[in-house]
């Protein structure tokens, strides 16, 4: 059985690639399973169009979700970083334990507020915040 669902948002997935980190293999240990949700799936196809470093990042992303084979949940929410955090606060009880991968200081602050636990890159660690 999973002991931890880790939610991981776009700005983690393009970190990844951005900054050669290998995060999935890093969130990947033990009884964690890693979720992408539809909203984040989707921005990152958007974000794949183009010849910017982003796009970049963005297509060699979406191999790494396949590849990995990272589980996608479709959520109605239209906006990734409330999907997460709507997702996260309907899911989390006793039986799940959730978490976010995440680096982006407004979500990390929402996910906190609401005693979410997040994972966060830090110099090409991930630090959990309590």
């Known amino acids: 059985m999973v002991s931890l669902v880790i939610l991981i948002d776009t700005n983690m997935l393009l970190a990844q690639i951005q900054f050669n980190a290998n995060i999935i293999k890093q969130l990947k240990r033990e009884d964690k399973e890693l979720v992408v949700l539809t909203?984040?799936?989707i921005e990152i196809e958007r974000l794949a169009i183009g010849r910017t470093e982003d796009a970049?990042?963005?297509r060699v992303a979406i191999e790494v979700i396949a590849k990995e084979r990272l589980r996608i949940i479709e959520v109605e929410l239209k906006h990734g970083?409330?999907?997460?955090v709507e997702y996260a606060k309907l899911v989390k009880s006793d039986d799940m334990r959730i978490a976010v991968?995440?680096?982006d200081k407004a979500l990390i602050n929402r996910l906190v507020s609401k005693k979410i636990p997040v994972y966060r890159l830090k110099q090409k660690k991930l630090i959990e915040k309590v």
């Open 101 to 103: 991968a995440t680096n």
């Open 56 to 58: 970049m990042a963005a």
């Open 39 to 41: 909203p984040v799936l």
């Open 81 to 84: 970083d409330n999907a997460i």
